[in-house]
Nanobody
Framework: QVRLEESGGGLVQAGGSLRLSCAASGRAFSRYAMGWFRQAPGKEREFVAA????????YYADSVKGRFTISGDNAKNTVYLQMNILKPEDTAVYSC???????????????????WGLGTQVTVSS
């Protein structure tokens, strides 16, 4: 059974950086894409970034474009989210997720991911 576990969260000042990791443990499984989502207290979960392994296509929410970078590849059991120039509004629990192939896959749709980690807290102070 494969599990996803996030790490790397913490408290950082505005303008700082954090690097999140999402490690997959257990037996290997067929991969299509991995994504990062975040959820702040009282707010809905929102898409952050994703990578489609085939062709290594990356996707980003407008709010993090140019600041965050998702990396990794299908041969690895870990994907990363490099977060730079962090802002207080980035404060949230960040979760990674795995997706299998679906026609017309939409990276920002959380319902198209079938395996989730429990999340790691990111807090950005002003």
């Amino acid at each position: 059974q494969v599990r996803l576990e996030e790490s790397g969260g913490g408290l950082v000042q505005a303008g700082g950086s954090l690097r999140l990791s999402c490690a997959a443990s257990g037996r290997a499984f067929s991969r299509y894409a991995m994504g990062w989502f975040r959820q702040a207290p009282g707010k809905e979960r929102e898409f952050v970034a994703a990578v489609r392994w085939s062709g290594y296509v990356t996707y980003y929410a407008d709010s993090v474009k140019g600041r965050f970078t998702i990396s990794g590849d299908n041969a690895k059991n870990t994907v990363y989210l490099q977060m730079n120039i962090l802002k207080p509004e980035d404060t949230a629990v960040y979760s990674c997720a795995h997706a299998t192939f679906r026609p017309n896959w939409s990276p920002q749709d959380s319902r198209q991911y079938n395996l989730w980690g429990l999340g790691t807290q990111v807090t950005v102070s002003s």
